[in-house]
């Protein structure tokens, strides 16, 4: 069995979401995949928040309103002091796992 590492979004799925981006250096137009997510946080707001898909990325069929652990990695624009998310090539979203069952298997 391999242990999952790194960081996962735990969050709401809302859409599949493609953006037509205009590369300002040719002009030509490339498409921009993602995944479109409410974030729940510790303070009780939510973040909608977006999963940029690598390309040629299949993404399996989710549900909107499901929660799913989206394995991501991480990457800090600057100018927008903005944490942006992209999806890891390697791994496909997972079915929210059982907190209480879990707790309750430890104990």
Known sequence: MTK???PVLFARFEKLDTFNW????????????SYKVLLAHG????TRE???????????SL???EIY???VTARLNKK???????ARADLMPFALPGIQ???ELEA
Do not use: E, H
């Open 63 to 65: 549900t909107p309103g």
């Open 80 to 86: 927008r002091q903005q944490v942006n998310w992209d």
């Open 69 to 71: 652990g989206f394995p």
């Open 22 to 33: 205009t590369d300002p250096t040719n002009g030509l137009q490339k498409p921009i995949v």
């Open 4 to 6: 999952l590492q790194g």
């Open 43 to 46: 303070d009780g707001t939510v």
């Open 101 to 103: 069952d879990q707790l």
């Open 50 to 60: 977006s999963i940029t898909l690598p390309v040629g990325y299949r993404p399996p």
